[in-house]
């Protein structure tokens, strides 16, 4: 299947030729006296596959259906391409939506559920049936173009509603939680074949979802959400590696946040002084004497020993107690009470923590490099963001 | 810029609509507000508008069974009547209702029967019940074949509530009671009633206000005294004077009233519950 | 509940339904049957009813031209509420369900449109009179602002009126099953149709309307049997000038010849039920309901 071969008659004007560069300036949606987002500055490369990543109502969803024209901001522009697209509809957007709940029409039949675009625009019986039934080929579907939408498997009504969105020949791709629906085997595939359907089409994906490493399998682009701003928008690599905030860290998993107050500065590694005498030595960096410092150390990067008599006064080390252990398979999660604030998490892998494996109880120590010190830009305070949002979008 | 672009302003199909809504609802209520208003008419009787000298004279007049026939005595069955009916409209279509959400030999012909007796023409059903107790020797009265007619339209009501409601119930809160340990009777009591208690409301409002303003069906049914809407309708053909409107205000109170008390009751127990008692 | 009812809990669910099936044979299925017994029965003069097989009065009122001339009418009644019935109750409940955005406002309007419902229905069709009469409100508002010089008097006691309380009685028959199914409508079904460039109108012709045919099939049910089996409104508001469907059973019954009124309920019966049917030929409801 190439790229030419989706390009069918009727829409003949090339999806490659016109961008799918999106981008947001300033956005802000209100819905009575609370805003869904705000200050929203966002820019999705053409042919980009980008996720927007939050837990449920942090505005990501908002966001898409914005893109997509459901939505109007209260304020701000949003472009597509070289088009500002606020109070256009969303047919004149180049934009194609795939719903939560796929919305196939439960009065059509498949094939008219796929030929309902071409119906919209007068093509012809003939015509569009042939054109949705080659759609349906794709796929894999055309043996079912017949049955109602009703007496599918929700994988076979998850690819009758791709078929449905690609027959506008996009440019861009909007894709509202597109696998929550699925048990987790079909997930897996179809994951798999969303990101190679972006490849092959080269259209820009805007993906929303709340599942961490979905966002990270597929994207180019993840943007991380926390009640109605965005925290970090970077590729998947750098949102994991270096988030930048504290929630950023926490939310995408696989980190723990230290703080501390800045006790050495200077040429030399910094090192940082937390509330419970914890020393963290980082690389060097430009802080002031006394600054208060946030930083995140990967789980998987920290060493794993039974407690020993080491002195007090050791630098990037940590005790504390087992409070639960989970197999994970290749490695172990252990998690840690340090004594205050959140538990520390150390993922061990299986051959090192099964030479002598510790238990719930036990005491241990974990130690980490200085240059796997992670330091964020902002400042811990605990809270997941600025609470200026109700929960309702 | 992005001022020459709309920012979520409505259609104009909802200001169409609303305008279409709007006048609706005057068409509605508009008739019945100027009956209330021309219920107070003065002594002129006049039977359209203005309004002169606005007076009660008119209800008073109406509680005078030597001018315009037996009002007070067609209140005094209607209302019983009417309380009957939505009783046993209750019980019978809540239990009813229960027992069709099991499968049983039967269900579907009970189901069509039901929605036959809705759909057949109250007239029909009037002269067969009349006709079935002239067969049996018996006279029709309000209490006896009144009351069986206004159940056949009521109770299929009921049941179509019932099923709505009950659609919404799932079996797994009666099977979380019986795993806690509550008997059936138990089970019915303090899990299944409060949940469909505005239910139960909504099939009562509906059971009262069929029969009180049922007119085809109480026709032949009632027997020789006549029902409160068939007294209405004798008047309408004997009785030019406001005292007509009166009425109309009179029945139309109770109405309103009932409305308010189920309605009321419903809100009360939807606020206690979202309070959490 | 369970899905394999032990014969104890069986016996239960019959008693459960007993008293339903109890009425509603005594009540309706035993006197429906006898009025079409009766009206093989024959009526003799000064004696009454007399048992017998007799197809005479079908005979009778079927070769009687008033029995069709008032059959017509009724059916041309029934058409014509039908139809403004149909557009009020579409457009009130599309109103309702998609452009008011507060779901409390639109369920206080919903009731602002059932309230009547429970009023006496006799009340509000006399209430047109001091409205559409020689000297209502409407004629004395044109007259007042000089559009006419006499009364128009169409406005009461004509085709015109029987139609202004049949649409006032009945229109929320409608409103309320095609709200039922709009309400159920997936919000998201829209937005896919406009994605897809459908234009408003295409909303509703391509998604609405098709999602919303077992609530108007419904709707189209109850008006129909409702104008059918009337009586009293066409004689109140016609003021005696147009007949029904019912007015022969009145007029037999007047003289107390049961076999034919009988007769004549069975006729109604029979083109009520064939309506019936063609309705729901019309909207496949097995298939409606199993989706």
């Known amino acids: 299947m190439n790229k030419a071969a989706m390009n069918n008659p009727a829409s003949a004007a090339s999806a490659a030729q016109e961008s799918g560069e999106i981008r947001l300036v300033n956005v802000a949606k209100q819905f009575g006296n609370s805003y869904a987002v705000r200050d929203i500055n966002l820019t999705i490369p053409h042919g980009s596959y980008c996720c927007l990543l939050g837990p449920s109502g942090c505005g990501k969803t908002t966001i898409l259906r914005m893109i997509a024209g459901h939505e109007t901001p209260t304020s701000g522009e949003v472009w597509i391409g070289d088009q500002m697209v606020v109070g256009k509809p969303p047919v004149e957007r180049g934009t194609a939506m795939m719903f939560q709940s796929y919305a196939l029409f439960p009065h059509l039949s498949i094939l008219d559920n796929v030929a309902f675009y071409l119906k919209m625009r007068n093509v012809g019986k003939e015509e569009r049936r042939s054109q949705a039934e080659e759609m349906l080929r794709r796929v894999q579907l055309h043996h079912l173009k017949d049955r109602m939408p009703a007496q599918l498997s929700g994988g076979q009504q998850q690819r009758v509603a791709l078929a449905r969105s690609l027959i506008t020949n996009p440019k861009v791709l909007l894709l509202d939680e597109p696998l929550s629906a699925l048990d987790e085997f079909l997930r897996l595939r179809m994951r798999g074949e969303l990101k190679s359907l972006q490849d092959e089409l080269g259209i820009t994906f805007v993906h929303v979802t709340h599942t961490q490493p979905e966002a990270i399998a597929l994207a180019d682009m993840v943007v991380v959400m926390d009640t109605g701003r965005i925290d970090q928008a970077d590729t998947a690599n750098m949102i994991f590696d270096r988030p930048k905030t504290p929630y950023v860290a926490r939310f995408m998993g696989g980190q723990n946040v230290l703080t501390g107050k800045v006790v050495r500065a200077g040429n030399e590694p910094m090192r940082l002084k937390s509330a419970s005498g914890v020393i963290i030595e980082t690389v060097p960096a430009s802080f002031n004497m006394g600054d208060n410092v946030s930083v995140s150390i990967r789980r998987d990067r920290i060493g794993f020993a039974r407690k020993s008599q080491a002195s007090t006064e050791a630098i990037n080390e940590l005790s504390g107690t087992i409070i639960a252990t989970e197999y994970q398979g290749s490695y172990v999660k252990v998690t840690v009470d340090v004594g205050d604030g959140e538990p520390f998490v150390a993922n061990v892998s299986d051959d090192i923590y099964f030479r002598d494996p510790a238990d719930v109880g036990d005491a241990v120590t974990m130690s980490w490099k200085p240059e796997n010190v992670h330091i964020l830009n902002k400042v811990d305070t605990g809270e997941a963001g600025a609470s200026f949002l109700d929960d309702s979008h | ?277 | 509940m369970s899905p394999t009812p032990t014969r104890k809990s069986l016996l239960t669910t019959y008693l459960q339904v007993a008293p339903l099936t109890l009425v509603l044979i005594c009540f309706f299925v035993v006197p429906v049957a006898l009025v079409v017994v009766v009206s093989f029965f024959r009526y003799q003069m000064l004696v009454g009813i007399v048992p017998d097989f007799t197809i005479r009065n079908y005979v009778d009122l079927l070769t009687n031209p008033t029995t069709w001339s008032l059959y017509i009418s009724t059916l041309k009644f029934t058409l014509i509420v039908l139809v403004i019935t149909f557009v009020l109750g579409f457009w009130i409940a599309y109103f309702l369900v998609f452009h008011v955005r507060n779901l409390l406002v639109a369920i206080g309007l919903f009731l602002l449109c059932t309230v009547p419902f429970w009023t006496s229905n006799i009340i509000r069709m006399i209430s047109w009179r001091p409205v559409l009469g020689k000297e209502g409100l409407i004629n004395n508002a044109l007259i007042n602002t000089g559009i006419i010089d006499s009364p128009l008097q169409w406005l009461l006691y004509s085709d015109f009126s029987v139609v202004v309380a049949y649409v006032h009685l009945f229109t929320l028959f409608m409103i309320v099953p095609i709200f039922n199914s709009m309400s159920r409508i997936d919000k998201s079904l829209l937005e896919a149709a406009i994605d897809a460039g459908a234009t408003r109108w295409g909303v509703v012709w391509n998604v609405v309307l098709p999602l919303c045919k077992t609530g108007i099939a419904l709707g189209a049910l109850f008006v129909v049997t409702l104008v059918m089996g009337d009586f009293f409104v066409v004689s109140v508001m016609s003021g005696g000038l147009s007949g029904s469907a019912t007015s022969g059973i009145f007029n037999d019954l007047q003289f107390l010849n049961y076999p034919r009124a009988a007769a004549s309920a069975v006729i109604l019966l029979i083109v009520v039920l064939m309506i019936a049917t063609a309705i729901f030929r019309l909207v496949d409801v097995r298939k409606e309901l199993a989706r």
Do not use: C
């Open chain 2, 1 to 277: 810029m992005s001022a020459s672009h709309s920012y979520g302003s409505r259609p104009w199909t909802f200001y169409a609509l609303a305008l279409l809504f709007t006048l609706f609802v005057i068409f509605l209520y508009g008739p019945m507000i100027a009956v209330l208003i021309l219920s107070f008419q003065g002594p002129s009787a006049s039977l359209v508008f203005p309004l002169r000298d606005p007076s009660l004279m008119w209800f008073d007049e109406l509680f005078n069974p030597r001018r315009v026939g037996d009002v007070s005595g067609a209140f005094g069955r209607s209302l019983p009547l009417a309380l009957i009916v939505m009783v046993l409209t209750v019980l019978i279509s809540v239990t009813a209702g229960f027992a069709f959400r099991r499968r049983f030999k039967g269900a579907t012909a009970i189901f069509y029967m039901a929605i036959a007796s809705l759909i057949v023409p109250g007239l029909v059903l009037s002269i067969g019940i009349l006709v079935t107790f002239r067969y049996l020797g018996l006279s029709a009265n309000w209490y006896t074949s009144g009351l069986g007619a206004h159940l056949s339209w009521a109770l299929p009501f009921g049941l179509l509530i019932m099923f709505a409601i009950l659609g919404r119930l799932s079996p797994s809160y009666e099977e979380a009671a019986y795993d806690l340990g509550a008997s059936k009777w138990r089970t019915v009591k303090d899990v299944v009633v409060p949940i469909v208690f505005p239910g139960m409301i909504a099939v009562a409002l509906f059971g009262f206000t069929l029969s009180y303003d049922e007119f085809p069906r109480s026709w032949l049914t009632v027997g020789t005294k006549n029902t409160l809407p068939l007294e209405i309708w004798t008047m309408t053909t004997n009785v030019t004077s406001p005292a007509l409107y009166a009425l109309g205000t009179v029945t139309t109170v109770v109405s309103f009233i009932v409305i308010a008390i189920a309605l009321g009751s419903i809100v009360i127990i939807q606020r206690k519950r979202s309070r959490g008692k």
